[in-house]
């Protein structure tokens, strides 16, 4: 069996570190194609969020981590 680990963090810290409005980026996530819950198993990366949502990362931003949409 293999087993993976990703670096994680949850869309709110995200946002805060990115200076992203959090109720913008929830409601972008909603009308998008992305389906989530109320569990913490629905990861996104950060460039894939960044075009979602149309918005910049800041430079040096690191790519090496996943954004977890769970409540």
Request: charged content about 30%; some cysteine.
């Amino acid at each position: 069996m293999d087993t993976f680990i990703y670096r994680c963090v949850n869309l709110q810290d995200f946002c805060d570190e990115v200076d992203w409005d959090y109720l913008d980026t929830v409601d972008i996530l909603l009308d998008s194609d992305i389906s989530y819950g109320t569990n913490d198993d629905t990861l996104v990366r950060p460039d894939t969020l960044s075009k979602l949502c149309d918005k910049e990362l800041p430079e040096n931003f690191d790519y090496d981590l996943m954004i977890s949409l769970g409540c």
